[in-house]
């Protein structure tokens, strides 16, 4: 087999037939254009020359080679050359075997289909996604409301502890001053919730971005304690970013208690999260090429994501645990992309990483450039 058939050359998904040494035999249009190579020059080349090597990949290899008639998924790292420079996309993965013989159950080849992971950066043309962030973005006002007035009695009452501890316990009142600040930051963030939200991102500051780790960290150690390992793995060259310091705490906040929550539901060994920092290369985010990016990360050994709601994970109401509302990982993309970022998601069982791309402040990206 060395041509697809029309009709699958014909879909948007990238196909292409392998053999069960992951060679490819075939190529559709879509996966042409994904992949960045023509039928001619894929034609028996094996699949690890387009994927980042990892334990999911040699899992896939090792279900071909064995010739399992069975489906097969899971997440891995496209890796892309375009006119000399090199990005890189998260793709979901299918693979499914394919019978052109005649023994029944004998697996020929397979069929990869490869559904680039991010789509929601797109998705805001669809009207379905449209109606959902507008009913999100009302409920939130809604939210905003609604909380703001507890806020101000949460001030109040840590303010008169912070007193009395100052007189009986003036080591504790690191305590206080930190709910006071928490207050404060949410009392902003409410504000800027019930007014148009771009408004709320006029006041955009150059960020060390450590200093927004080193504040949801100890946010972190104080909810969960010692339910599970919290680490900090830090690159101390990130250069700055610019964003609004309350904006981005809560972003990071909600994708460290999603880690949290879900590795307390179940871990592959002992339950930790960690938050890691990196500067990455050649990064496209929102049709933008980025020499250079800031790469923020939370990474956990929870369950995973599950793949039926990978398209979704991002809209409100969309959430894998019981009683969630979904809308922490919503505001978080939103956060995102309005600092001219995105989050990527690479997830299976026992290692999902939530990936923030953020984009350097122009001083960072002169500094890097001379």
Not at 39 to 56: K, M, N, P, R, S
Not at 57 to 76: D, P, T
Not at 183 to 212: E, S, T
Request: aromatic share 4%.
């Amino acid at each position: 087999m060395n041509k697809m058939p029309v009709t699958v050359d014909a879909l948007q998904n990238a196909v292409a037939v392998l053999d069960r040494q992951a060679q490819v035999k075939a190529l559709n249009s879509a996966a042409q254009m994904m992949w960045g190579s023509t039928v001619a020059h894929a034609q028996g080349v094996t699949i690890g020359h387009w994927f980042e090597h990892d334990e999911t990949l040699s899992k896939l290899l090792q279900h071909m080679a064995q010739g399992k008639n069975e489906v097969c998924r899971g997440v891995l790292r496209l890796l892309r050359v375009q006119d000399e420079m090199t990005d890189s996309v998260l793709v979901h993965v299918i693979v499914s075997p394919v019978h052109e013989s005649a023994f029944l159950g004998q697996v020929d080849s397979y069929c990869l289909e490869c559904h680039q992971l991010g789509a929601y950066e797109n998705a805001s043309q669809d009207a379905q996604w449209r109606a959902q962030m507008q009913n999100h973005q009302l409920l939130m006002r809604q939210l905003a409301h609604e909380v703001k007035n507890p806020l101000g009695g949460i001030r109040g009452a840590a303010q008169l502890l912070q007193n009395e501890l100052e007189e009986v316990a003036p080591d504790l009142m690191e305590y206080t001053e930190m709910m006071i600040a928490q207050v404060d930051r949410l009392k902003h963030m409410v504000d800027q919730f019930l007014v148009p939200y771009r408004q709320g991102l006029a006041q955009m500051q150059v960020l060390n971005i450590h200093v927004v780790c080193e504040s949801v960290y100890r946010l972190a150690q104080i909810e969960f304690g010692a339910q599970l390992e919290l680490i900090r793995d830090y690159d101390v060259s990130v250069p700055d970013v610019r964003g609004v310091s309350d904006y981005l705490q809560q972003l990071l906040l909600n994708l460290v208690q999603n880690a949290a929550q879900a590795v307390l539901r179940g871990a592959q060994g002992a339950p930790k999260v960690i938050i890691r920092t990196r500067v990455v290369r050649h990064c496209v985010v929102n049709q933008i090429m980025h020499p250079l990016m800031v790469e923020l990360s939370v990474m956990d050994n929870g369950p995973g994501v599950a793949p039926e709601i990978y398209d979704t994970l991002f809209l409100p109401m969309v959430s894998q645990r019981e009683g969630g509302t979904g809308l922490g990982l919503s505001v978080a993309i939103q956060i995102a992309q309005q600092h001219g970022g995105t989050i990527e998601v690479n997830s299976r069982p026992g290692h999902t990483q939530m990936r923030v791309l953020l984009p350097l402040s122009k001083d960072s990206r002169n500094a890097k450039g001379a």
